[in-house]
């Protein structure tokens, strides 16, 4: 009877929790309480009392602002640059932000206190200190789970502020109980998160792609990392990541700090001012390094910009706020669309890289129809195994189509464990990436894509993108991984 017992009692706690919970918000009065404090106590000094507010030099920023200056209406001009290692993705991060003169936004889904989350939170807390406007918006659910870490934000400096999407139970923290209340009484709300990832500086140039902020996206954790890849854009297509952020900044689902129940107690707790403190790292050598290379404009040259490509027709496209509120409108699916339009339009070649390999009716008949026709084009996959995945249920219904896939003739590959070597150490592919008939390449994420089209006469032939799918390039801060090729006949070796 124990165990019944404490189902029971488990349950009337889940009733309680949402019949407490639900719908909660704060009152005006208590939101203006919190506003009054954060007013009285926010940080307005500003460091720096020139133009540029003391940006450091930044040879990305430059060539970003090259190719807005040279843009026109009919002409666009845009810098890209693929990043598919962790280093150059940190590095390119710490360097705009050091570089940035008047603003800078960042859109995530998950934010950790590791040394990656608070590098990067500190870097951006220095440059609101010297003068730069800084807008984060992070998904609730993943993100800054602290509330003196949040309470410190609020108030930090004036020219930095903080939001965070869709709360649950209008609170910054998420406990277990309260969790599975806000699936039981309230799922389709509960699970609108936004995973867009942006970092725009200036305007001007923009990072996003897979990376969010923690450890394991730039091969900096101790037991367990993933594979990923970003794009940045200089030029003409900062524009509409701009726009994009600014969809979601203003959405009603994207919540100020002192309108957040738990976080707005400890603001009324805790009046007065707060110093920001220095961070605390476990590998303080590591962060150092990438501050270093953040500064030598040499390292920058030859590891970043020598890779970059300069071309017109670059699109920046996310998902609306709507898609998960109204997913029947069209234009919330207009995303889906073009995704599907741009694989659907392939004549010679489709190379694809994602984590988690899961198609609609509506995607299997694209690449049905596509092997069928009068001259079908190569279709090359690269997905994780069961071995490597970090979603097995995702994975198993991945399995279900296999076969058809490869019988269909899709070139099947799957990133596993070197033999021998143990799962903890290993990085599975977390990176998302089209590349079709040698003039299109999409680097997406969930909600996000940039899209840009060349002849690409500087990207690598089939075999070196191949390789380039099995893991990022040589970087002292990647590990080994292997790629295995899945046969549609069992008997062949793999």
Request: glycine share 4%; aromatic share 8%; net charge positive.
């Given at each position: 009877?124990?165990p019944?017992?404490?189902?029971?009692?488990?349950?009337?706690?889940?009733?309680a929790?949402?019949?407490?919970?639900?719908?909660?918000?704060?009152s005006?009065?208590?939101?203006?309480?919190?506003?009054?404090?954060?007013?009285?106590?926010v940080d307005?000094?500003?460091?720096?009392?020139?133009?540029?507010h003391?940006?450091?030099?930044?040879s990305?920023?430059?060539?970003?602002?090259?190719?807005?200056?040279?843009?026109?209406d009919?002409?666009?001009?845009?810098?890209?640059?693929?990043?598919?290692?962790?280093?150059?993705?940190?590095?390119?991060?710490?360097n705009l932000i050091?570089g940035?003169?008047?603003?800078?936004?960042v859109?995530?889904?998950?934010?950790?206190?590791?040394?990656?989350?608070?590098?990067?939170?500190?870097e951006?807390v220095?440059?609101?200190?010297r003068?730069?406007?800084?807008r984060i918006l992070?998904d609730?659910l993943?993100?800054?789970?602290?509330?003196?870490?949040?309470?410190?934000l609020a108030?930090?400096?004036?020219?930095?502020?903080?939001?965070?999407?869709n709360?649950?139970?209008h609170?910054?923290?998420?406990?277990?109980l309260e969790?599975?209340?806000?699936?039981?009484?309230c799922f389709?709300?509960?699970?609108q998160?936004m995973?867009?990832k942006?970092?725009?500086?200036d305007?001007?140039i923009?990072?996003?792609?897979?990376?969010?902020?923690q450890?394991?996206?730039?091969?900096?954790?101790n037991?367990?990392?993933?594979?990923?890849?970003?794009?940045?854009?200089?030029?003409?297509?900062?524009?509409?990541m701009a726009?994009?952020?600014?969809?979601?900044?203003?959405?009603?689902?994207?919540?100020p700090?002192t309108?957040?129940?738990?976080?707005?107690?400890?603001?009324?707790?805790?009046p007065?001012?707060?110093?920001?403190?220095?961070p605390?790292?476990?590998h303080?050598?590591r962060v150092?390094?990438?501050?270093?290379?953040?500064?030598?404009?040499?390292?920058?040259?030859?590891n970043?910009?020598a890779?970059?490509?300069r071309t017109?027709?670059?699109?920046y496209?996310?998902?609306?706020p709507?898609?998960?509120?109204?997913?029947?409108?069209?234009?919330?699916?207009?995303?889906?669309?073009?995704?599907?339009?741009?694989v659907g339009g392939a004549?010679?070649?489709?190379v694809?890289q994602?984590?988690?390999?899961?198609?609609?009716?509506?995607?299997?008949?694209?690449?049905?129809?596509l092997?069928?026709?009068?001259?079908?084009?190569?279709?090359?996959?690269?997905?994780n195994?069961?071995?490597?995945?970090?979603?097995p249920l995702v994975?198993?219904?991945?399995?279900?189509y296999?076969?058809?896939?490869?019988?269909?003739g899709?070139?099947?590959?799957?990133?596993?464990?070197k033999?021998?070597?143990?799962?903890?150490?290993?990085?599975?592919?977390q990176s998302?990436?089209?590349?079709?008939d040698r003039?299109?390449?999409?680097?997406w994420?969930?909600?996000?894509?940039?899209l840009?089209?060349?002849?690409?006469?500087?990207l690598?032939?089939?075999?070196?993108?191949r390789?380039?799918?099995?893991?990022?390039?040589?970087?002292?801060?990647?590990?080994?991984s292997?790629?295995s090729?899945?046969?549609?006949h069992?008997?062949?070796?793999?």
């Amino acid at each position: 009877m124990a165990p019944m017992r404490q189902r029971h009692l488990f349950f009337f706690a889940l009733l309680a929790a949402i019949s407490l919970l639900s719908g909660c918000s704060l009152s005006r009065a208590r939101v203006l309480k919190a506003d009054a404090i954060v007013a009285a106590d926010v940080d307005h000094t500003v460091s720096c009392d020139r133009a540029d507010h003391c940006a450091a030099p930044s040879s990305l920023l430059d060539a970003a602002q090259s190719a807005m200056a040279e843009s026109t209406d009919a002409q666009p001009m845009n810098v890209v640059t693929l990043l598919g290692d962790s280093e150059p993705a940190m590095v390119a991060r710490l360097n705009l932000i050091r570089g940035a003169r008047q603003s800078i936004d960042v859109q995530t889904y998950i934010w950790d206190q590791d040394d990656a989350g608070q590098l990067v939170l500190d870097e951006l807390v220095k440059a609101a200190q010297r003068g730069v406007k800084v807008r984060i918006l992070a998904d609730q659910l993943s993100s800054f789970n602290d509330l003196d870490l949040l309470s410190r934000l609020a108030r930090v400096h004036s020219d930095f502020e903080v939001r965070m999407y869709n709360p649950t139970f209008h609170k910054a923290q998420t406990p277990p109980l309260e969790f599975a209340a806000s699936i039981v009484c309230c799922f389709l709300k509960f699970n609108q998160r936004m995973h867009n990832k942006l970092i725009l500086i200036d305007g001007s140039i923009g990072i996003t792609g897979g990376r969010n902020y923690q450890d394991r996206y730039f091969n900096w954790d101790n037991e367990f990392n993933y594979l990923d890849r970003d794009v940045m854009v200089g030029g003409a297509a900062a524009t509409a990541m701009a726009h994009s952020f600014d969809l979601f900044w203003q959405h009603k689902r994207s919540k100020p700090l002192t309108q957040l129940r738990d976080v707005n107690s400890r603001i009324l707790a805790t009046p007065g001012p707060i110093a920001w403190p220095q961070p605390h790292y476990e590998h303080p050598s590591r962060v150092a390094r990438a501050l270093e290379e953040a500064g030598d404009n040499d390292w920058i040259e030859d590891n970043i910009l020598a890779n970059s490509l300069r071309t017109s027709q670059v699109e920046y496209f996310s998902d609306l706020p709507a898609k998960t509120q109204q997913p029947q409108k069209r234009d919330a699916r207009e995303f889906t669309a073009r995704v599907m339009r741009l694989v659907g339009g392939a004549k010679h070649e489709v190379v694809l890289q994602t984590p988690y390999l899961v198609m609609s009716k509506r995607a299997q008949n694209i690449f049905k129809r596509l092997r069928e026709s009068e001259t079908p084009p190569r279709i090359v996959v690269s997905t994780n195994s069961l071995a490597s995945t970090d979603a097995p249920l995702v994975h198993n219904g991945y399995a279900r189509y296999r076969a058809a896939l490869l019988q269909m003739g899709v070139e099947l590959s799957e990133v596993r464990p070197k033999l021998g070597q143990k799962r903890a150490r290993f990085h599975p592919v977390q990176s998302r990436e089209w590349f079709r008939d040698r003039e299109a390449f999409l680097c997406w994420r969930e909600s996000q894509w940039a899209l840009w089209r060349s002849r690409f006469p500087t990207l690598p032939s089939r075999s070196e993108l191949r390789h380039g799918l099995k893991a990022p390039a040589q970087s002292r801060w990647a590990a080994p991984s292997s790629i295995s090729r899945r046969s549609a006949h069992p008997g062949q070796p793999a």
